[in-house]
């Protein structure tokens, strides 16, 4: 399998996953300003919409879009137990939070990266708008369970942890919702995700 990525973003959800999973893949960095990657391609025969990630399978098939990818990945090894089965309720609640994390709070980031320059005005509307996607994070996590879908990691919580950590990087504090700053402190410390933070440049090799 290869996964196009760009360092930090939301690729590196699927990356987190393919070290859960502790399968072989290649990476592939890429540049989607000017559609190029590391391995010489052009990014648009890859992914026509210009954005990562992009999962090549070992068949040859490309797939895009988040909850794909994921669920895709997930679906490799039910061992690994990264989804629910295929067929019930669990499996639709985890889909409905990979849409949220997808159509809702990852989305709510978009004006800190739009490559425009924020006023104050609307760096607070933007501001504003991940509170209150953060607000249902820290209300899914108020029963104090660990996992956004209860006792278990599963491929939502890989997606969301990458997605809110962006707020150290744009300026957005998380201090009103202490559970979620708990959760995510919790999901950055696993080997999976340290070692794709590592790979991506977010983070150094301990001594
Ligand atoms: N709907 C897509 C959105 C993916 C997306 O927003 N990717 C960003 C990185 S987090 C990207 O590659 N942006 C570059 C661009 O749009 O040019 C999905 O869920 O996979």
Same mark, same amino acid.
């Given at each position: 399998? %290869?996964?196009?990525? $760009? ?31 590391? #391995? !010489? !391609? ?17 068949? #040859? ?7 794909? @990818? ?10 690994? !137990? ?12 985890? /889909? ?8 809702? +709070? ?8 739009? #490559? ?7 760096? $607070? $509307?933007?501001?504003?708008? @991940? ?31 990458? @997605? +809110?950590?962006?707020?150290?990087? @744009? ?7 202490? %559970?979620? /700053? ?12 340290? $070692?794709?933070?590592?790979?991506? #440049? +977010? ?5």
């Amino acid at each position: 399998m %290869k996964l196009y990525y $760009k360092p930090g973003a939301c690729s590196m959800a699927s990356h987190i996953i393919l070290n859960e999973l502790g399968v072989s893949f290649e990476l592939d960095k890429t540049d989607t300003d000017s559609n190029t990657t590391e #391995g !010489g !391609g052009d990014f648009l025969r890859i992914s026509p919409n210009g954005y990562v990630p992009a999962l090549v399978t070992n068949d #040859g098939d490309i797939i895009t879009e988040n909850p794909a @990818v994921l669920q895709y990945l997930a679906d490799l090894s039910r061992d690994a !137990g990264l989804a629910p089965p295929n067929g019930t309720l669990a499996r639709t609640r985890l /889909q409905e939070t990979l849409n949220f994390l997808s159509s809702e +709070l990852h989305k709510s980031f978009g004006p800190f990266f739009s #490559g425009v320059e924020l006023d104050d005005a609307r760096r $607070k $509307k933007a501001d504003a708008g @991940v509170q209150r996607r953060a607000t249902h994070i820290e209300r899914s996590l108020a029963d104090g369970r660990d996992f956004l879908m209860g006792d278990t990691f599963t491929v939502a919580d890989a997606y969301a942890f990458v @997605v +809110l950590n962006w707020t150290r990087f @744009v300026g957005v504090s998380l201090d009103a919702h202490p %559970k979620t /700053q708990a959760y995510v402190a919790r999901i950055s410390a696993r080997p999976a995700s340290i $070692k794709a933070m590592i790979a991506e #440049g +977010l983070m150094e090799q301990a001594a």
